[in-house]
């Protein structure tokens, strides 16, 4: 779109502004309306921000607002419309889109609009424009604060807020790319700013008691104006003249051109005598070509030094998450005398407003009154004007207001919180690596404000240095951060000028410390250290085994005459034992059960007294069901129920047992629990040092060191101070022994200008003479060359290789070394199992190597190293499932053979199975008949199975048994379990006749013997359906298919058994009819009779063959049917054939899958729990073989399904 081409609405409001003619500017009768329309406009404008694109390609700040802003200062409604407008025009372009945009048209327009804005800053650098600004200013803050309007204070915000905005604006570096000392429009608007008396209006409100609203935005717009400076530059300038800056720059200037006749000379004494077109061509021995022969050289021996490999190849492109981080713009010089009113605004600020300020500040930052990420101007301030009143005449008391231990903490927490959002925020890891770097320059300034205080004259000065240093030092928090900062450095998202200031700052607190350890014999520091215990998790105790029948007679034996006088009054009863509580969340059912129990205990804990006034108590309160006796019992049947409920086999509620052993082991192995332990102990500032030998710290000093040609000398010095102190100091040369530094050294040495670095020249040397002294003793040290080192390895290099094995280095061995008898046992297991085909040796090893504790990493590494094999690739891991995962063509063929020759088989799938050469998992054969186009759908892959009549056959006419379908008998071969188990499933997929009835005892034996194996629980929840489903169909008198919906976890799992699932074929049940039925139903065809007798016939029985009873809870000696118990006591009330509480199956699985249906049947059933639990009856062997595998096949079969697909992936 073309923004110069305006909308007709817009061009017609623009229009209606007014005209410039000359100098003078006439504004149209509908000026003000118009000016609110395009307020109105900018705030229903797109993302691509069209109404501002074309109002700044219209130009109409700049010819039409600001004349009338200049001409018209006194129209008090036009003056405000027009700053609204202007503020809003000028907002900096990253509030406008929120970010810099990503995609390229919007990055487009995101540019668009900055393009705008630096037209828009270049019409500001007019005294005309901050003039008015700045009489209106002065003339609001004039008015007192009751005279003040609130029109008035948005005002004063508003012209603040322009100013800050115009002052935002970046510059443009294809416009401005003059040299240092012109004036830029960054500098022409400052001194436009100047010229207005703008300036001191803001000193104004930075020092006024009555104006400390206005704080944070006098703060940032100085912030602005001083964007471009270096404080050092600003302080240096008012002590010489304009000559001592020429002869500065001269001087740089006779540098770079001494380093140019260095290298002319470097070039003309490498000069060949022979002319180039004779230079002859050379073989350099030693090093190869693509082939095996040596290189030969085309060029003048001059040139040798200089080849390389790499000469004419194109260079790798660095991918973009890769690059280092961008630096910052490079600060230019400004104009002179913008430089000397900076100065000028610096030692005025310093003197009357700079610790009123920053003390409004950081109160608004610690209350939160401030806008997120305010406190950046507080630490650019903070930096800056402390560097300056350092470097310029040092007076502590212009800035006390952030020299303290309040301060350090101040900028160290804000420090750590950056680092933080660094590390968990990666989108913006640039943004905030940004403010970290200004908290970095603060802290760093306050060191070297400590600093200067020990050089004070005044001792009063030097005292309080002291007890800063005290403070900071003994905390640790301080001595860990540059530690932190240099092991998560990294050069993508934090550019090299933070690891500049990082390692000054670094250099600058270890002097420090340093010197303030020499003073003192012992110097004692906090420390601070996260323990980590790990405890086991306190295991439920298992539940002591009750007491026998004649272990509770001879109990009750020796509490009768306690019961006896209790009853009698000899004995008082306490009157503390409550039964009920109504505010508990305890249903009161499970209430009343739970007083039958504490009664129990009572008397088994030989507490009569408090065992008959609980009894007393719960008889107020469940007074009906005389489950606690009758209101006017009297003391003998007392006696008796206290004795009935003494010798009553009463449930307790059982520790519950983890639905995963396996995994629930291991997590209650161990729980770590981390405490903060602080301490205090004598600090050692060689110790403290080692903590910088480790490879971060010396990688980011060698990156560093890169750039000693760029970097300043200081620089250069903490740099080399640093490697200096890790290599001397520590005795840790081997530390630096890395091929990136030496490879600098090289560069250093051969720089024509190296005199300059005298400093980085003698470390070099030290350093290369370290390493050949220790090469000609240890020849590795060669190869140690590409490796960054830890102290342990630096030892290891200086000591020997085996010094750190018996001792406690980290490079301890904690394999046991191989004997020469494990060898040679090793060595006969090897050729023993080697020549078996299709076994996997290293496991035929391992089962039957004597020693054990052995891996099967460490006898593949001890092979290897014997020679018996070349590497461990020799043994590879067996994988489950097939390799194969691509199709030939020739076995593709094959498949299409082998389905054409048993397309009419009864086992297709089967039978290709068997003959395929290739071996291949069923679901890759099945994916690939399909693929192929020679089935439509699974089901045709099917085994098909032949039904026999309805009928009952000569092995079912005795026990009832409904006609299923045949057993193939080709269950023998290799994949016969496999096999049966998706036959079963695949068969039972198919429709059950609807018309079928069971006979009378159907599913009998059966269904004992799953009572037998532990799944009584389904058998009681599948009884009541059928008892349910019947009584429905009796009282409704219509029949409707009823679905089976299992809601607790074992009858899930039973519904998966294929035992039960036969169970429920035979009792006439019908499977899910297709893909969009879940559950087993009960066929509308089924009676309410059939249904009853199918309920009977799975009814578990006694010896002696007729259904066990249910043994009653203890009730009151004169009802002689008591109402029951809970359902945590007795049995369900609702059943109507009462049977036990079953035993689950100690390997019964248990499977977290939920439904969304609801089962009335299964919660009545869920609560019920038998009086009396059987004891499991005795299994057959083949019945335990089954039960090894703790999944049911069912589910065995989907894992399996899961496995291939994975293997495939």
Sequence with gaps: MDWYMMNCELLATCSALGYLEGDVYHREPDCLESVKDLIRYLRHEDESRDVRQQLGAAQILQNDLLPILVQYPQEKVLFDAVIRLMVNLTQPALLCFGKVPADATSRHHFLQVLSYLQAYKEAFASEKVFVVLSEKLYNLLQLDWEQRQEEDTLLIERILLLVRNVLHVPPDPTEEQGVDGDASVHDRVLWALHISGMDDLLKFLASAQVEQQWALHVLEIISLMFRDQSPEELAALGQGTAGAEHREDMQELETLRQRELAEKRTRARQRPSRHSRFGGSYVLQGVKSIGDRDVVFHKGLHNLKSYTHDLGKEPRRLPRRRQAAPEAEPSRRSARNVRLFLRHFCQDFLEGCYNRLMLLVKDQLVREKAQQHDETY???????????????????????????????????????????????????????????????????????????????????????????????????????????????????????????????????????????????????????????????????????????????????????????????????????????????????????????????ECLRDS??????????????????????????????????????????????????EPEEPEEEEEEDEEEEEQTLQVSEKEFNFLDYLKRFACAPVVRALVLLLRGYARNSAHTNHCAAR?????????????????????????????????????????????????????????????????????????????????????GEGTTRSRVPPWTPQE???????????????????????????????????????????????????????????????????????????????????????????????????????????????????????????????????????????????????????????????????????????????????????????????????????????????????????????????????????????????????????????????????????????????????????????????????????????????????????????????????????????????????????GGSSGTRLAPPAPRSEEDEEEEEDPQPRGRRKRIRCVEEEEEED
């Design 378 to 600: 507080y630490l650019w301030a903070t930096a800056f004007f402390m560097a300056f009143n350092r470097l310029h005449g040092f007076r502590p008391e212009l800035v006390s207001e952030t020299v303290g231990v309040r301060a350090f903490h101040f900028i160290e927490q804000n420090l750590t919180t950056y680092y933080e959002m660094a590390l968990m925020d990666k989108k913006e890891a640039t943004t905030w690596a940004h403010r970290m770097h200004l908290a970095l320059k603060a802290y760093q300034e306050l060191l070297r404000t400590v600093q200067e205080m020990d050089r004070s004259p005044e001792q009063a000065v030097r005292d309080s240095s002291q007890v800063i240093k005290s403070n900071i030092f003994y905390l640790m928090e301080y001595r860990e951060l540059f530690l932190t900062l240099f092991r998560k450095f990294d050069e993508t998202k934090q550019p090299r000028s933070f690891l500049r200031d990082l390692v000054e700052t670094a250099h600058l607190f270890l002097r420090m410390l340093e010197r303030f350890c020499r003073g003192r014999a012992n110097l004692v520091v906090q420390s601070k250290r996260v323990r980590r215990k790990k405890k086991k998790k306190p295991h439920v105790p298992e539940a002591p085994a009750p007491p026998s029948a004649a272990e509770l007679e001879q109990l009750w034996e020796g509490l009768a005459p306690q019961v006896q006088a209790c009853l009698e009054g000899e004995v008082p009863l306490p009157e503390d034992m409550v039964p009920f509580d109504a505010a508990s969340e305890t249903p009161v059912e499970e209430q009343r059960a739970e007083a039958v129990l504490r009664i129990q």
């Design 823 to 1165: 060898e040679q046992e090793l060595r006969e297991l090897y050729w023993k199992y080697k020549e078996v085909e299709g076994g996997d040796i290293i496991a035929a090893i391992l089962a039957h190597l004597p020693t054990p504790g052995r891996t099967r990493k460490q006898v593949v590494k001890q092979l290897v190293r014997m020679g018996l094999a070349s590497s461990a690739k020799d043994f590879p891991r067996e994988r489950k499932g097939t390799r194969i995962v691509l199709w030939t063509q020739e076995q593709e063929e094959e498949l299409t053979r082998l389905f054409e020759e048993f397309h009419g088989s009864d086992d297709v799938l089967g039978n290709i199975m068997k003959h395929l050469t290739a071996r291949r998992s069923r679901a890759r054969v099945v994916e690939k008949l399909l693929g192929l186009g020679l089935v439509a759908e699974r089901k045709e892959l099917y085994k098909k199975r032949r039904r026999k009549s309805h009928g009952p056959g000569p092995g079912q006419a005795a026990t009832g048994v409904p006609a299923m379908p045949a057993q193939d008998s080709s269950g023998d071969d290799e994949d016969s379990e496999e096999e049966e188990e998706e036959d079963e499933d695949e068969a039972e997929e198919g429709r059950m006749e609807e018309h079928w009835v069971p006979q009378e005892g159907a599913g009998q034996d059966l269904a004992q013997r799953l009572h037998r194996e532990g799944l009584a629980g389904p058998l009681r929840w599948l009884e009541n359906c059928l008892r349910r489903a019947a009584g429905d169909r009796e009282e409704d008198g219509v029949s409707h298919p009823v679905p089976l919906v299992p809601l607790t976890e074992e009858n899930e799992d039973a519904m998966e058994d294929r035992r039960f699932r036969s169970l429920l074929r035979q009792l006439g049940l019908r499977p899910p009819a297709s893909e969009q039925e879940s559950f087993w139903r009960i066929p509308a065809a089924l009676t309410p009779q059939q249904l009853r007798r199918a309920a009977a016939s799975i009814a578990h029985r006694g010896p002696s063959g007729s259904p066990q009873e249910v043994s009653e809870p203890p009730g009151c000696p004169q009802d002689p049917a008591p109402e029951p118990l809970p359902a945590g006591l007795g049995s369900d009330s609702e059943s109507e054939e009462p049977v036990p509480v079953p035993v689950p199956s100690p390997v019964q699985p248990r499977t977290k899958r939920r439904r969304e249906l609801a089962s009335e049947d299964e919660d009545e059933d």
């Design 722 to 806: 640093l490697l200096h102190r890790l290599a001397r100091d520590l005795h840790m040369e081997p530390l630096l022994f890395q091929l990136s530094l030496f490879a600098l050294f090289h560069r250093l040495l051969s720089d024509p200008a190296a005199a300059a670095h005298q400093e980085l020249v003698t470390l070099a040397k030290f350093i290369l003479g370290k390493f050949f002294a220790l090469a000609a003793t240890n020849k590795k040290a060669f190869v140690e060359l590409l490796f960054w080192k830890s102290p342990a390895i630096v030892c290891e290099m200086t000591k020997g290789y085996g010094s750190l094995q018996e």
């Design 607 to 656: 507490r009569v007294p408090q065992a008959l006034q609980l009894l007393r108590s719960a008889r107020e309160v469940w007074p009906e069901g005389d489950v606690f006796g009758s209101a006017d019992v009297g003391p003998p049947e007392e006696t008796q129920l206290l004795r009935e409920i003494l010798v009553a086999p009463l449930p307790r509620n059982a520790p519950a």
